[in-house]
């Protein structure tokens, strides 16, 4: 099990860009893959973007271009810069953590993102 803390989260203008981070837990968090989830209001999770323990990233389409997953090992942190928000994007954001080949199965408590037009 890995605990997963998100960070970063708040309002901004449409245009306007955020970091989130997700600080983790534990020695083991390179042998994870490793998410960033999000729900609006009334809407059904989306999975925004992944990345494996090697490195190899997905996107949503509709983030593709404007949002970059990374990962920094050494501080056991997980990233998400957003850029180019839109009003679209406002939901609450989750890390979430697996070892493959598991479902996601640690989660984070999420963070407000809000992006007013």
């Known amino acids: 099990q890995v605990q997963l803390v998100e960070s970063g989260g708040g309002t901004v203008q449409a245009g306007g860009s955020l970091r989130l981070s997700c600080a983790a837990s534990g020695r083991t968090f390179s042998r994870y893959a490793m998410a960033w989830f999000r729900q609006a209001p009334g809407k059904e999770r989306e999975r925004v973007a992944t990345?494996?323990?090697?490195?190899?990233?997905y996107y949503a389409d509709s983030v593709k271009g404007r949002f970059t997953i990374a990962r920094d090992n050494a501080r056991n942190t997980l990233y998400l810069q957003m850029n180019s928000l839109k009003p679209e994007d406002t939901a609450v954001y989750y890390c979430?953590?697996?070892?493959?080949?598991?479902?996601?199965?640690?989660w984070g408590q999420g963070t407000q993102v809000t992006v007013s037009s």
């Open positions: 990345i494996s323990s090697g490195g190899n990233t």
């Open positions: 979430a953590a697996r070892l493959a080949p598991t479902t996601y199965d640690n």
